[in-house]
Nanobody, 126 residues
Framework: QVQLAESGGGLVQAGGSLRLSCTAS????????MGWFRQAPGKEREFVAH???????????ADSVKGRFTISRDNAKNTGSVYLQMNNLQPEDTAVYYCVAKGLRGGYSRTDWDYWGQGTQVTVTS
């Protein structure tokens, strides 16, 4: 079992930046792919970014965030963190952001992920 806890959400003006953090515990963190999804009011939950397991995991992004968001991870023996640096935020980025985890490899679909955090709210004003 993996426990995920997000932090770092908040209110920011368009063009600003936020850094989301997700702390994972429960298993060997480095063996898990990690990612972020988001859900805006009235919309489906959508893929944002993910990073493969291991120290130099490959990264993948939704087209809507490429060039603005960066995912990274900090591995430790049994706990670790994944981060989402969000720059040049826009009102359409407003959503609840969820941290996700999956053994070895994740994907672009919600069903590709086994573990979910509770979410953190990001609100971008124009």
């Amino acid at each position: 079992q993996v426990q995920l806890a997000e932090s770092g959400g908040g209110l920011v003006q368009a063009g600003g930046s936020l850094r989301l953090s997700c702390t994972a515990s429960g298993r060997t963190f480095s063996a898990y792919a990690m990612g972020w999804f988001r859900q805006a009011p009235g919309k489906e939950r959508e893929f944002v970014a993910h990073i493969r397991s291991g120290a130099g995991g490959s990264t993948y992004y939704a087209d809507s965030v490429k060039g603005r968001f960066t995912i990274s991870r900090d591995n430790a023996k049994n706990t670790g963190s994944v981060y989402l640096q969000m720059n040049n935020l826009q009102p359409e980025d407003t959503a609840v952001y969820y941290c996700v985890a999956k053994g070895l490899r994740g994907g672009y679909s919600r069903t590709d992920w086994d573990y979910w955090g509770q979410g953190t709210q990001v609100t971008v004003t124009s």
